[in-house]
């Protein structure tokens, strides 16, 4: 695509509205990457209860990377989706992103605390 202005042609992408709506329906933030974030760390809580050291690994990569990870995909698609004018915006999805952050490295703390614990003894 070319743009031209008072100084010549400039190349390059055609621009986006960053959101996914082009008919005038809001648009929301992504809220099943934050459920998906709130499963994995429920998961990995309940593997954290566990007493076998495998399963305290898996519940570890679940909550700090899958956790984690899910809220980093929200993030990113909340700041594409803001870009777009019939952007929506809800609060409670905005303010369970520090919690699921806080209770994600809790559980893959607890999950590490645990492998370390059985680590150490032996």
């Known amino acids: 695509m070319t743009d031209t202005y008072?100084?010549?042609s400039r190349q390059g992408p055609p621009i986006s509205d960053g959101g996914d709506s082009h008919d005038g329906r809001p648009v929301s933030p992504p809220v099943q990457a934050l459920a998906i974030a709130a499963a994995l760390v429920a998961v990995?809580?309940?593997?954290?209860?566990?007493n076998r050291t495998p399963l305290h690994a898996l519940g570890y990569l679940v909550s700090m990377f899958g956790g984690l990870g899910c809220v980093a995909w929200f993030k990113r698609e909340d700041s594409r989706r803001r870009q777009n004018v019939f952007y929506a915006p809800e609060r409670k999805a905005q303010r369970l992103v520090p919690a699921l952050l806080v209770a994600s490295v809790v559980v893959a703390a607890v999950n590490a605390w645990a492998i370390a614990t059985f680590l150490a003894a032996r």
């Open 6 to 8: 008072a100084g010549g």
């Open 44 to 50: 990995g809580a309940a593997l954290g209860f566990s």
